[in-house]
């Protein structure tokens, strides 16, 4: 059975951390330039406990961001040292790529208008649609100096996957017109995930 590569397993918690921590950074910039003002308030509130817990609020941001940056560090560190010692960290930066790219291409958008009570129209997505997009947010590229391999979640609901069937030769043209030094073969089942893999030519 296919397994996952450590970049499949962990790209998608390695691309939260990498938010998370510039969210974290900002935040701490932000509530370290306003603390000196926030301090002020003890001056006309001597009572007022707002500096004291901006304060706390700000130490624990500084944390959090700081223990977010080490986790994004150490398995993205993981990751690139094996593409160092026996693949290249080109292809590193080429599968983050291709799995954008990917998800971009195979994300499904049409939306349908839903009536409300006042007979205005809103905007809603299609459910199937976005049962499919859920499980594409999960599939992956992988892109080493022998092979190209994706994996793709396969989605919950019938319909869904329908829509994955119907896709996959278009899918396997786009990845293939991607990487035309490699030979893909068809796609392949597993229990709950369809893989896409192919050798250098």
Do not use: C
Not at 15 to 40: D, K, R
Request: no cysteine; glycine share 4%; hydrophobic share 45%.
């Amino acid at each position: 059975m296919t397994k996952k590569s450590y970049f499949m397993k962990t790209f998608n918690l390695v691309l939260n951390l990498f938010i998370f921590s510039i969210f974290g950074v900002i935040f701490t910039l932000i509530t370290g330039y306003l603390e000196p003002n926030i301090a002020e308030v003890k001056n006309l509130l001597p009572s007022s406990q707002i500096p004291a817990y901006f304060d706390h609020l700000h130490d624990w941001l500084e944390l959090a961001t700081y223990l977010i940056i080490i986790g994004f560090i150490v398995l993205s560190a993981f990751e690139i040292a094996p593409r160092i010692a026996h693949d290249s960290v080109l292809n590193l930066f080429k599968s983050v790529l291709g799995t954008f790219r990917l998800r971009r291409f195979a994300t499904q958008s049409e939306r349908v208008v839903k009536l409300t009570t006042d007979t205005q129209g809103k905007h809603t997505v299609n459910p199937i649609y976005q049962d499919f997009n859920r499980a594409i947010r999960k599939s992956v590229l992988d892109v080493t100096d022998n092979h190209v391999r994706v994996f793709i979640k396969v989605p919950h609901s019938q319909q869904a996957q329908k829509i994955l069937t119907e896709m996959e030769t278009a899918l396997k043209e786009e990845i293939s017109g991607r990487y035309p030094d490699y030979v893909f073969s068809n796609f392949t089942r597993g229990k709950a995930s369809l893989w896409l893999e192919s050798n250098k030519r």
